[in-house]
């Protein structure tokens, strides 16, 4: 025979969920399963290098300076790039100025070592180089790549509290890409495309470096702590949790 009170229960509970049902925004779906750990990480490491003022300090990048340092330690590199283009054009003056426009931070890449217990954050950027002199305004435009990988480890302190911590932060060897996007119309400027990218491989990699990996280090340190109990477990445990190139 049906029970009367089993009735009265079963009503109970099914107007409980309808209300809480009505009371979630439109479209917002109830708590499921366990979210994508390496989704949430990658995406609030975005957030917090782009809020962290990350386009800011490529965008500020000294890059005017080092040039004339590193043109001073090579037998004066710029002065001497800048006579060779007197020689053909008098106006133009001997001094360089470069501006770095565009700044970009591009889908960020996560891949977990194989012994599972640290994380390889890949952090590729892009921006473009400006390269002008005061009389005839822009002479050089260059496109620029390049990748800064960040080792992520998970720790425990005296404490016993985990938390993540950055390794090794680098620039990706071989990730340095340079192009010219445009000219100044048909002077003889290969010359100084050739120089001027040497001196920028050599010593654009370090300079983006020392930008960015402090910065994720600060981002680190700031992390929403369920998000970095959850990835620290699995770190320490080694296990597999991420596969994103």
Do not use: W
Request: glycine share 10%.
């Amino acid at each position: 025979m049906f029970q009367i009170g089993g009735l009265v229960v079963f009503c109970g509970l099914l107007t409980q969920t309808t209300a809480l049902l009505e009371a979630l925004p439109l479209g917002q779906a109830l708590p499921s399963g366990p979210t994508d750990l390496a989704g949430s990480l990658t995406s609030a490491l975005s957030s917090g290098l782009l809020s962290g003022g990350l386009l800011d300090s490529l965008t500020n990048l000294p890059l005017l300076d080092i040039l004339k340092t590193e043109g001073g330690n090579s037998g004066n590199l710029i002065g001497g790039l800048l006579g060779r283009l007197t020689s053909v054009i008098p106006l133009l003056d001997n001094i360089l100025d470069v501006q770095v426009t565009n700044p970009q931070l591009l889908e960020l890449g996560l891949v977990q070592s194989p012994d599972g217990h640290r994380l390889y954050l890949t952090i590729p950027l892009g921006l473009v180089l400006n390269v002008k002199t005061p009389l005839v305004g822009s002479l050089l435009k260059l496109a620029v790549k390049l990748n800064i990988t960040a080792e992520i480890l998970a720790v425990r302190n005296e404490q016993g509290r985990i938390h993540l911590v950055l390794g090794d932060c680098t620039h990706s060897p071989g990730s340095l890409e340079l192009s010219l996007l445009d000219g100044a119309g048909s002077l003889p400027i290969q010359n100084l495309v050739d120089n001027l990218t040497g001196v920028l491989t050599k010593v654009l990699p370090e300079l983006v470096q020392h930008q960015v990996c402090p910065l994720v280090n600060s981002v680190l340190r700031n992390l929403d702590m369920t998000l970095v109990h959850d990835t620290a477990d699995k770190l320490i445990h080694g296990l597999t949790f991420v596969i994103k190139a």
